[in-house]
Each structure stands twice: as C-alpha cells, then as structure tokens.
C-alpha cells in the first residue's frame, strides 16, 4: 500500500479515532537558519510527512472527522506556486498540484491558513493538535476568531486533544511498505558499515571513516544519516554519544561505529566494533563474545507476546554473568548473580538500555509502557513493531577493574522487526562474528 493510497489510509485512521466533526492540525517542521543566509538542510516534520506524504516547508494539514450527513475532509495548505522563487530555490507543487498529486480533498495557500481555520473550527466540538508546541499560540488566535462570532450562534471547540499520542500508537506498528524502506536503509548501512571495516587501518583518522560511511549513504540514494555518526576509537568508544570523530586510530585500537542513514524518510540504526588492525586481541575477543552472546539472548527475546522489558532482562543476565566471571564485578561486594543484577551492580559497565523503537525517528515515538494499567507494565511486543537490539559493555580504569580491559568500549547493535514467529533482522548484512570480520578486514591487507 505505497505512496498516496497508505497516506490516505492513516489520515483515515486518525480521523475514525476523532470525534464526529472534530478537528485536527498538524504542522510541517520550519525551515531553520545555520548561520548568514544559510539553512540547515531540510528535513520534514515525521508525524506530518507520515500522514500527507508532502516535504514541502510551510504547510499545514487540517482534518476534519465525518459528522451526520458531512464526510470527513483532508485539506493542505501550502506556499503558492512562485516561478521567480523557483529559479532560486527548486520546484513547487502549489495547492491545486499538491491536491491532485497527493489525495487531498482540498489545497488552499498557506496565507490563508488563519482566516479559512476560523471557518473550519466554527461549530467544531474539539481540536485535536500537538499540545504544548509552537503552535498553542497560532491556535489561540484561531479560537478567539471564532469566539467573536459567538453572537451570530457560532461556537468555538469546547475541548483540545493531543492528537501526538494517537499518531504514536499508529506509528508504532509498521506496516509492509515501512518495512521495505527500513530494510533498504538497514542494507545501505550494512553496506556503509562494511565499507568502514574494509577502510580502516591504524593511523587514520576517525573522520575519515565517517567519510567512508557518508559516501556510502548517498551513492545508493540515501537522504541523509538518520543521526550524527559515532566513529569512536580506543578509550573514546566509552564515551556513549561521542560526537568529534576527530581522535587518529592507534595500532591495537578497538573501534566503535554507531552510524545509519535514513532512507525516504526512515532510519536504520547500526553498531559495530572491530579493531583497526583487523586482528582482536584476547582481552577484546574476550568482551566482545561477551556482549554478542548478550544480543543473540536478547535478540531471542524478541517475540510476539513477550514484555519489550524482556529483550533487557535477558541481555542484562548474560553481561552481569560475564562481568563475574571474567573479575570486573567482585563476588565478594556484589553477590552472585541475582543479587548483583538486583543491585545493578553491571551499571558500572553497561548503563543504557538494550533498544529503542525505530521508524521515521531514529528513536521512535510510542510508549514503552501499558499506560492504561496503574502498574504501567511494560507493554507486549506485537507484529510490526521495529526496534533496536544493542547491548554493550565499557569498561573505565578503577579500582579493582581488570587492567587488561581498561579503555575498551564494545556496543553490538541490529535492527528488527516483530513477526507473528518471532523477529526479522533488518541489518543482518554487515558481519559481527570475530571471524566473519577479521576476515572481511583481510580482503584488503
């Protein structure tokens, strides 16, 4: 169900869950000054752009649920077509275009936003738009136009809601067309990922890997990077959201890349760690097998009907065992294995989490918890439903810490998808066993 027909069918979804002849608005992300007279690159607003399907900046998306005899509406607004402005800044589609183009009921110009709302939210019994934004002033000035009419028998809506929380349970479950962009950014960034293996050797900077990576990206058509790539080498793969890429690889380096591109609008989110020499040494093997028996339990984990907490648990249980065994953790302080894990004796070691949702963001709305129970269990995984698996472990210098180990940052990190069976692994094309990557960094040696 691709392009104009599977936005249609989620703006039809979002309005069957609206009152009758309620009104929703959701606005596209702004265009954002870097400096001078220059953007940043644009990139739209993920919960407009998943309901219309239109990249366009300055626009607006007003629905209008069904009520008695009156069918439900979908109208856009957006910046009027403009030759001269083209010449400069790229094509336009313009209201009547952008309707046919893209199954909208209606298209005015986004100059006449403010007066038509005052029409559109006459009568209307409440306003569904994101509570608390940038917005809640534009609305303010919609509601007291209608409000001013009140003489003539016309009422404002007499309730708001936050059409955000049922957007993110509709985003929540991917269906077959977002899988197959997410499986094509998850094989771009194996790809990307497999490039940086191949390039890597001691003295290089970490730049320059990111470099490799960015190539990647954009000769197979990818947009952009779904976040800022990490390409964090020795003691700086301990640093958890390690930005400079600026660190020149020592012979004997273990080195981290968290790096994904996004593809037609949604990301893909990959970790490996492999050594700049292409050969592990025992004490990195060592934690490396570690953390990869932690996601293949984790990934075991991931099934439909389990708790997403369970994907933690599990990962947890193997990386505090090893953290015993191999004497990063002291029996004797932190107990054996299940009081040490209630104690969270392996946070010293692995302090995040073991995922997150992914889709259009690459940490994806959509709450982790059953928000309708007091207890806010964590909630059952269904079908459909993609997220990451990435267990780590980094090791500081301390007291009582093993000195072979000291600086090493390990984070072993796939995407997937939630089957009726169990999971598919979106990123498996890039290797992670020791000797599938020894061996892809020996092709070119």
Known sequence: MPGVAAHAARRARLLAQM?????????????????????????????????????????????????????????????????????????????????????????????????????????????????????????????????ARGRTGVSAPQTTHHVLSLLDEMRLIKDEHEVALMARAGVISAQAHARAMRATRPGMFEYEIEAELLHEFRRNGAQFPAYPSIVASGPQACVLHYSANNRRFDDGDLVLIDAGCEFD?????????????????????????????AQAAALAAVNPGQPYSAIHDAAVRVLTEGMLDLGLLDRNKVGALDEAIAGRAYAQFYMHGTGHWLGMDVHDVGAYRDLSLPEKPSRPLLPGMALTVEPGIYVRPGEGVPERFWHIGIRIEDDVVVTDAGCRILTADVPKDVADIEALMRETR
Request: glycine share 6%; proline share 5%.
């Open 19 to 147: 009152q009758p002849g309620a009104v929703a608005v959701l606005g596209s992300a702004p265009e954002v000054l870097r400096n001078g007279d220059s953007d940043y690159p644009y990139r739209h607003d993920s919960h407009f752009y998943y309901l219309s399907g239109f990249a366009e900046p300055e626009s607006f998306l007003v629905l209008v649920a069904a009520q008695g005899e009156h069918a439900a509406r979908s109208i856009l607004f957006c910046r009027e077509k403009n030759v001269e402005r083209e010449i400069w800044e790229g094509f336009r589609f313009g209201p009547e275009a952008a309707r046919e183009s893209f199954g909208f009921d209606e298209a005015w110009p986004i100059d006449e936003l403010d007066a038509r709302m005052a029409d559109i939210l006459a009568d209307a019994p409440s306003l569904y738009y994101a509570l608390g934004s940038q917005l809640d002033v534009r609305v303010a000035s919609w509601l007291k136009a209608v409000r």
């Open 265 to 293: 609008g949604y990301a893909a989110d990959i970790t490996r760690t492999y050594p700049a020499n292409g050969r592990f040494s025992d004490a990195q093997r060592t934690l490396y097998e570690l953390v990869l028996r």
